[in-house]
């Protein structure tokens, strides 16, 4: 091996690491920057997690329903 292809190679791996590490630092940035002013930095509540959960069912449940609805009502209008 000469000693252009071992300076390639370590300025490939410092390069590497630093473009790593600057999109993990941009990342943690854009993150904090989408987060709201009150909202914590850590893990949610899992009882809000829960009632999230619940909310989303929620309203799948009345869109299943709204589709039905809008499904009978095109056989009733058929006629």
Known sequence: ???NRIIDM?????VRRL???GVDK?????ERM???PGQP???RDPKAD???????RRQGQSMKQAR???RQMRRFMRF
């Open 41 to 43: 930095d850590g893990p």
């Open 34 to 36: 989408g987060r709201k």
């Open 50 to 56: 829960r009632h999230m959960a619940q909310s989303a």
């Open 26 to 30: 941009g990342l943690d940035l854009a």
């Open 68 to 70: 039905q609805l809008t």
């Open 19 to 21: 473009v790593t590490r």
């Open 10 to 14: 370590i300025v490939r791996q410092i």
């Open 1 to 3: 091996m000469n000693a």
